[in-house]
């Protein structure tokens, strides 16, 4: 099986992301506000796709504030989302190694500022697409959740169409499987 | 049926597709939260205000150390002590235990059952009642900083006054060496009721002193009110809103201030204080001489000058208050302007 790291391509970045990552490494807030707006739902996403829905809103604050504090040191400006994506995930894993201490809120509780519990099935589903393979599950919950299609999804991640493209076609096979085979 | 809906939402939709999308589609990133506005001009209450607050101050902080914005930046201050009081309290996405670390840029936040203490770094206590939801800017000496987005915090502060600061969506609440409460609602609009002390709001310019007993309402934007005790009658306390608001027709807010006037007693004389620069000009010689009945003015303070909104003659008719002198406050807000 292969894993969203190892499909990883420098596949063609958003026309002049590289520009913007350098002009924010200079210092330019403007710059970094516009690579928030463009890769937050991508950050929000990777994030769903292993915490909680209640942990994944202030853990993109996290990836950002990560990012920012670690800008200068990204060597391959057009590599941007990918390493976002990398920042993500080490973020996730950490949220998860550290909350056996800490008690995660479980995706039945709806933080303060939430919506209605009539989430209740969506979380469900949610749950399904969490337990799937990391290569699926990052790509489903970016289409489904996020509503990125896939040549949004492959230029945002740096991955290639052709690695989207299969991952969201097994992806959605397996799914149906496992939707079908939920009791009633 | 072929995958190119799935690929791209081109051709006839797939419907276990369409109907996971319409499902799902709650739980994406909201709207409010897929921009970054670039410019910080005041405290809001979306919820990544604060990272804004981060970036303003990383930039800042950048600033004074001569070298580029988006260098690595240090934490702003240690990490502060919270201790659960009661129910589930959270810190950021977690649930406190019983006691825990609240580092900068996290916000804190308790639900309808839930209260904590935060230990500022030894120069005061903040016990937030449940309801509510505070971010921590700032933790450098010298410098703690909160934002309060909504809910109601109750501080007690013994640091060297300026030391401790609370934003709100209507203001930014400077303590002065004191105890009080703080409240915000979800509109912006909040109330501080001080019980020992004295505190101090700028808003925009606008400033406004509270001393203890004193309660005062802030209004998003436009800021801090008249301060005023509560137990004043009804009637005073709505001439009051109506002149802060300016709701109302002129008739009926210039009969609401000699209300004010004809009620007001000696302790009333902060209320008046303040009317001085907020009431019509051809108002405040009404209140001068009310004012003067109370407290008179230092020789030097003329009525000219107070109805033109002269800042040292205010400050020094302040001074004879007994609440403390204006000049500390000036200095300290000119350190603020200049971090």
Same mark, same amino acid.
């Given at each position: 099986m292969q894993t969203m790291t190892a499909l990883a391509r420098s596949a063609p970045a958003p026309t002049g992301t590289g520009d913007l990552v350098r002009a924010a490494q200079r210092g330019d807030r403007d710059a970094f506000a516009t690579l928030y707006s463009g890769f937050a739902r991508m950050v929000h996403g990777v994030l769903l796709s292993r915490v909680p829905h209640a942990a994944a809103e202030d853990l993109v604050q996290d990836v950002f504030i990560a990012a920012m504090e670690g800008l200068e040191s990204l060597r391959e400006p057009e590599a941007f989302g990918g390493w976002l994506c990398t920042i993500a995930r080490n973020r996730a894993t950490d949220f998860l190694r550290r909350s056996p201490q800490m008690t995660a809120l479980p995706d039945t509780l709806t933080s303060l500022a939430a919506g209605p519990a009539d989430r209740s099935e969506a979380l469900a589903v949610l749950a399904v697409i969490r337990a799937m393979p990391d290569a699926y599950r990052e790509t489903l919950t970016l289409r489904l959740v996020e509503g990125m299609t896939g040549p949004e999804i492959a230029v945002r991640t740096g991955l290639t169409e052709g690695s989207v493209r299969v991952n969201l076609h097994r992806g959605m096979k397996l799914l149906r499987e496992r939707l079908e085979r939920r009791p009633a | 049926m072929s995958d190119d809906y799935l690929w791209d939402r081109s051709g006839t939709p797939d419907p276990t597709v369409a109907e996971l999308e319409a499902m799902l589609a709650p739980l994406r990133l909201p709207a409010s939260l897929r921009t970054l506005p670039t410019r910080v001009t005041s405290p809001r209450s979306k919820p990544y205000a604060f990272l804004m607050v981060l970036m303003a101050e990383a930039a800042m902080v950048a600033a004074l150390v001569g070298s580029a914005w988006m260098h690595p930046v240090a934490p702003a201050g240690p990490a502060l002590e919270v201790t659960r009081l009661s129910g589930a309290p959270r810190v950021g996405s977690r649930v406190l235990a019983d006691r825990g670390n609240w580092t900068v840029g996290r916000w804190l936040q308790t639900d309808a059952s839930s209260r904590a203490e935060?230990?500022?770094?030894?120069?005061?206590?903040?016990?937030?009642?449940?309801?509510? #939801?505070?971010?921590?800017?700032?933790?450098?000496?010298?410098?703690?900083?909160? *934002?309060?987005?909504?809910?109601?915090?109750?501080?007690?502060?013994?640091?060297?006054?300026? *030391?401790?600061?609370?934003?709100?969506?209507?203001?930014?609440?400077?303590?002065?060496?004191? /105890?009080?409460?703080?409240?915000?609602?979800?509109?912006?609009?909040?109330?501080?009721?001080?019980?020992?002390?004295? %505190?101090?709001?700028?808003?925009?310019?606008?400033?406004?002193? %509270?001393?203890?007993? /004193? %309660?005062?309402?802030?209004?998003?934007?436009?800021?801090?009110?008249?301060?005023?005790?509560?137990?004043?009658?009804?009637?005073? #306390?709505?001439?009051?809103?109506?002149?802060?608001?300016?709701?109302?027709?002129?008739?009926?807010?210039? /009969?609401?201030?000699?209300?004010?006037?004809?009620?007001?007693?000696?302790?009333? /004389? %902060?209320?008046?204080?303040?009317?001085?620069?907020?009431?019509?000009?051809?108002? #405040?010689?009404?209140?001068?001489?009310?004012?003067? *009945?109370f407290v008179p003015p230092p020789s030097a303070v003329t009525r000219e000058g107070i109805g033109s909104g002269d800042r040292q003659m205010l400050d020094r008719w302040w001074d004879e208050m007994g609440f403390g002198s204006a000049d500390w406050w000036r200095v300290w807000q000119q350190q603020w302007r200049e971090r």
């Open positions: - | 935060i230990d500022v770094g030894g120069v005061g206590r903040v016990e937030i009642d449940p309801l509510t #939801r505070l971010g921590l800017v700032s933790t450098t000496p010298g410098s703690y900083r909160m *934002q309060l987005d909504h809910g109601t915090l109750h501080a007690l502060i013994w640091a060297p006054p300026g *030391q401790f600061s609370v934003a709100t969506p209507s203001s930014t609440v400077v303590d002065l060496g004191c /105890a009080y409460s703080l409240t915000a609602d979800k509109n912006g609009d909040g109330l501080v009721e001080v019980t020992s002390g004295w %505190v101090g709001f700028v808003w925009k310019g606008r400033e406004t002193f %509270v001393p203890a007993g /004193a %309660v005062v309402k802030t209004h998003r934007g436009l800021g801090p009110g008249t301060p005023h005790f509560p137990d004043t009658s009804n009637a005073f #306390r709505d001439a009051i809103d109506a002149i802060d608001l300016g709701r109302g027709s002129p008739a009926a807010r210039e /009969a609401g201030l000699h209300l004010i006037l004809s009620e007001a007693v000696a302790r009333d /004389a %902060v209320t008046l204080w303040h009317l001085l620069t907020r009431v019509e000009m051809n108002q #405040r010689t009404a209140v001068f001489d009310r004012l003067a *009945q």
